[in-house]
């Protein structure tokens, strides 16, 4: 058992908590949406939270943990939905809330500390000169710049932009690395993969350098239809219309807008699907024109509403938002990620739409992947048995349509990151010990892992790129 006593000793000057119900608060995150990973996490706690308020803090700290042989789990806002922020071997949680300062804006990019949270760095950008990130999570509000980098793949604005594994999509890292004499490293280019979507296995990333786009006052718009394959047909056809510039792009499957989302009730018909948006104000003439056009059945528009006090965000309806309105009226559902590689993926969509009914329901985000409009997915589970979940998975794959596990907590079971011996050999060099975020990366602690499982990882493996 460590001295953790003496750890704080040396740690004088930087915050350090260990009262155990606040050591406990900050050691979950959203592993709760999944029943699996409730049971096999629900008692992971720390045994210290460490707030570095700057680089050499964390420098300190790690040098500390590395000479103790302690564990350190970084966090942002633990807003991560498997675990990924949870220390599966206790230690130190590295809260990096306190480093939250923007450090340069420029025209199309700005530099600021890991913790800010990126509504706050949109607000800063968007005053200082009319930009904003280019996607962010739907848990804007809560979630740190970091931690999306280190646990998530992409959000509102990747109809437009991608996700975080397309290359141009973060410009620059500096990570600091779990070593006797902990160095730092900047990052940029092939090498950001390393480190993107790893989390924070292999360094703690103190400075984010990330691209940025012009910011609009989005419009949030619903449109219903009483069919839900019209709803899908609308969204893919509105994608292709080229000139309306769309934030966000969400086709959602009835019961759920109408039975979850209770704010937004008195514009909703119960029975009806929705297309949730978001559009550039200057694009609603030529959108409603064609959601005409599509006889499609405008909802709700947040321009038209007096005051949006009390009503959630478009984005706060969808993403991985869809599933929590569902669980605050119904603890029994859970989810899942699914690509639905195109062309045909409203082909695909239909067919599993046919096979499962009312106990698979539908929610997409339509995404630009690798240049193509596809929609990748998030859809309700009635949860009744891990067996059945797994047979809803396999019949998902079975008909193209891969899974991005979200009962897992370990990077190559989640299915988003391939491990492979390039990201295995940075790890050894960052982090020689195994001392972060450990039990999240199989590849560490099993050296016969096979890495060509001929799975499909949404951030590729580094050999990929050499
Ligand atoms: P945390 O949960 O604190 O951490 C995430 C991972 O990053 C952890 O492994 C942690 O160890 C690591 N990490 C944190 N900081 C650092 C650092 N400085 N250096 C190295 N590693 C670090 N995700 C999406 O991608 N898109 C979405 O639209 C989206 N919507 C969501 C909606 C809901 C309601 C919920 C609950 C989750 C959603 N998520 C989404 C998942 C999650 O909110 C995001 O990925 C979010 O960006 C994570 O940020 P965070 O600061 O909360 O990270």
């Not at 500390?64 to 990924?84: E, I, K, L, M």
């Not at 296995?201 to 219903?224: F, R, S």
């Not at 209770?262 to 024109?289: C, D, F, I, N, Y």
């Not at 390039?422 to 972060?436: N, R, S």
Request: aromatic content about 8%; glycine content about 10%; some cysteine.
């Amino acid at each position: 058992m460590p001295d953790y006593q003496q750890i704080r000793q040396e740690l004088e000057g930087i915050a350090v908590e260990d009262n155990p119900a606040l050591v406990k608060q900050k050691s979950r995150d959203f592993y709760w949406y999944s029943p699996i990973l409730k049971a096999q996490l629900d008692n992971v706690t720390a045994d210290l939270i460490v707030s570095p308020k700057t680089e050499e803090e964390v420098i300190r700290t790690l040098k500390v943990a590395y000479a103790h042989g302690v564990p350190v789990t970084p966090r942002g806002g633990g807003t991560g939905n498997y675990g990924q922020a949870m220390p599966l071997s206790g230690g130190i949680v590295l809260n990096l809330l306190n480093m939250n300062r923007i450090k340069e804006i420029h025209p199309g990019r700005v530099i600021a500390e890991p913790g800010i949270i990126t509504a706050e760095l949109d607000r800063q950008t968007k005053a200082h000169s009319g930009q904003e990130l280019r996607f962010h999570p739907s848990t804007t509000g809560t979630a740190t710049l970091a931690g999306f980098i280190a646990g998530g793949s992409g959000g509102v604005g990747s109809i437009t932009w991608g996700g975080l594994r397309d290359l141009g999509n973060i410009l620059r890292l500096r990570v600091v690395t779990m070593e006797a004499e902990p160095r730092v490293l900047e990052l940029s280019a092939w090498d950001l993969q390393k480190v993107s979507h790893a989390y924070g296995t292999n360094g703690i990333i103190t400075e984010v350098e990330m691209p940025l786009a012009p910011a609009y006052d989005w419009v949030d718009v619903v449109i219903g239809y009483d069919d839900y394959m019209d709803a899908v047909r609308f969204a893919d056809a509105l994608t292709h219309r080229n000139g309306i510039l769309l934030k966000e792009v969400a086709p959602i499957s009835a019961p759920i807008p109408y039975e979850y989302f209770t704010r937004h009730k008195p514009w909703l018909k119960e029975g009806q699907s929705v297309v949730v948006l978001m559009v550039a104000p200057h694009s609603m003439a030529p959108l409603v024109a064609y959601a005409e056009k599509m006889k499609g059945d405008i909802r709700f528009r947040s321009d038209k509403v007096e005051s949006m006090k009390g009503i959630p965000h478009a984005y706060e309806l969808a993403w991985n938002h869809t599933t929590l309105r569902a669980l605050k009226v119904d603890p029994g559902i859970t989810y899942l990620q699914v690509q639905y590689p195109g062309p045909d993926h409203v082909e695909k969509v239909g067919k599993l739409v046919k096979i499962f009914g009312d106990e698979v329901i539908s929610h997409l985000e339509f995404i630009k992947f690798d240049g193509a409009i596809q929609c990748s997915g998030l859809p309700l589970v009635r949860y009744t048995t891990e067996e059945r979940l797994e047979e809803i998975i396999k019949i998902h794959e079975d008909n193209g349509c891969p899974i991005f596990n979200p009962h897992r907590y370990t990077l190559e079971e989640g299915g988003m990151k391939q491990t492979d011996t390039v990201q295995l050999a940075f790890k050894k060099e960052t982090d020689p010990k195994g001392l972060l975020n450990p039990g999240k990366m199989i590849a560490w602690d099993n050296p016969d892992f096979d890495f060509k499982s001929g799975k499909n990882y949404l951030f590729p493996g580094l050999q990929s790129f050499m």
